[in-house]
C-alpha cells in the first residue's frame, strides 16, 4: 500500500504540474488585449475616422508605436505634428484612453470584432459631446482618389460661409501639389489652421484635427475658379460655403479692427492670477516696462498657436525687460469649474508668463470696458513703457498661413522698438 501510494502521489504531482504548465501557456496566449499593444494596434501609419453623420467621416493620419512599453501617437495635418502620449488602459478594462494634449478632449477606443471604433469627447463643447471613431487600420492616405486633379487651386480665394440670413467672408489659401492639397482659410477672426485634402477630379476634400477643432471642407468645382460645397464642425454643426477665384480680395488690417477708449492710451486691468492673488497695470513688474497683454480662452486653437509664439518672444525678450500676461476667458464664470482646462493648457504649453482669470465669455465687455470692438480670440495690445497702447492685434494668422512669417518679423521689430525707447 505504502508503495502503491508514493506511485499515486507521484503521478498526481505530475499531472498536477503538467496542468499547471498548459494554464501558464493558455493564459500567455489569451492575454487582454490592454497587455498586448500588437493586438489592439500595430505600429505604424492608421487613419482615424469621426464620424461626421451616417455617410460622411473626417479622417485624419496617425502614427501609432509602442516604445519602452508606453504608446506614443502622432497626428498629421499638413505640416503640424501633434505628439499624443497621454494613453492607457482603462482600469479594470479592454478600453483605450488617448487624452489629447493642450485641450480636455479625448477618445476612448475599444477592439472589436469589427476593428478599433469608439468615441472622441470633447468636454469643451458640453459636457456630453461625442462623436463615434473608427480606425482604418494600415490606411495611409487620408482621403481615398480615384481620379486626377481637374482644375488648379493655386490662386487668392474669396471664401463666403453662408448661414441663414449672414455671410462671413474669408481667404482661401490653398495649395495643389498633384492631388493633394493643403492650406487654410484666413477669417478676421483667425484661421482655419493646417488644412490637409486632396482634388478628386472636381471635388475638393479638406480636414483638420487638432483636439479642439474637428474641421471638413467638401466642395465641387462648378468651373474655372469656382467651387461649392459643405463645411462641417464636428457632428453637430455645418453650413454652405463658397469660393470665388479674386486675385485682388483681401481682409481688413488685423492692427485696425479694435482699439481702445481711454484718452491717454493706457489700458487698466486687474484681475486674480490661479493662486487667487490680484494682479493690475499698476504692479510693479509692469511699470517703466514694455508688455503685451494676451486675451486669451483655453478652449481656443488660434490662442494656443499666438501662445507658442509668444513663449519665444519672452524667452528672447525678457531678460531685458518685456513683460506678458494673459488674460483668459473661458465657458464658466467659476473658476473651479474651468481650473483644470486652464492648468492643462499651463503645464502642456510650458507657458512661462502669468495667466490670470478674466471670466466668462459673455463677460469680456464688461470685464475689459476700454476695449473698443472686441471681436476675437486672441486680441493683443502691445504697450510701451510708459502705460500706452501702441497696437492692439486682432486674431492670430498662424503657422498654417502665409501670413505668420510677416507677422512674425513685424511684432520682433516693434518689441525691439519698444525695448529701446
Known sequence: MKNTFQLNKTGQNLLFVLLT????????NSKPMKDNQEAFLADGMHRMELMVN????????FDWKELDGKFIMHIYNAEETITVNEIAWEEGSDTLRIQ????LSYFRLTRTAEGVK???????????????????EGEKERFDVKDQAAFSLNYNWKVSFIRENRIGYGLGEFKLDGQ?????????????????????????YMSTFDGAHA???TAKIIGPGLMEGQYFSGNHFHIP???????????RPANELSGVTTEDGSFPFSFVDLKGDSVSHADERFLGKPYIIQIMGSWCPNCMDETRFFNELYSSYHAEGLEIVGITFERKEEIQAVRPAIDRMIS????????????SLNSVNEKLPYLDQFMSYPTSLFVDRNGKVRKVHTGFSGPGTSKYAAYVEETHALVQALLEE
Open 21 to 28: 504548465f498548459a494554464s501558464l501557456f493558455s493564459c500567455q
Open 54 to 61: 451616417d455617410s460622411l467621416t473626417l479622417p485624419f493620419n
Open 100 to 103: 489629447m494634449p493642450v485641450f
Open 118 to 136: 469608439g468615441y472622441w469627447y470633447n468636454p469643451d463643447n458640453s459636457p456630453d459631446y461625442k462623436v463615434a471613431v473608427q480606425v482604418l
Open 180 to 204: 493633394k492639397v493643403s492650406g487654410s482659410i484666413l477669417t478676421e477672426t483667425g484661421d482655419y489652421r493646417f488644412l490637409d485634402g486632396v482634388l478628386d477630379g472636381d471635388h475638393l
Open 215 to 217: 474641421y471638413l471642407f
Open 241 to 251: 460655403w463658397k469660393a470665388e477665384r479674386d486675385d485682388a480680395y483681401s481682409l
Open 348 to 359: 502642456d504649453l510650458a507657458i512661462p508668463y502669468p495667466i490670470l482669470f478674466g471670466g
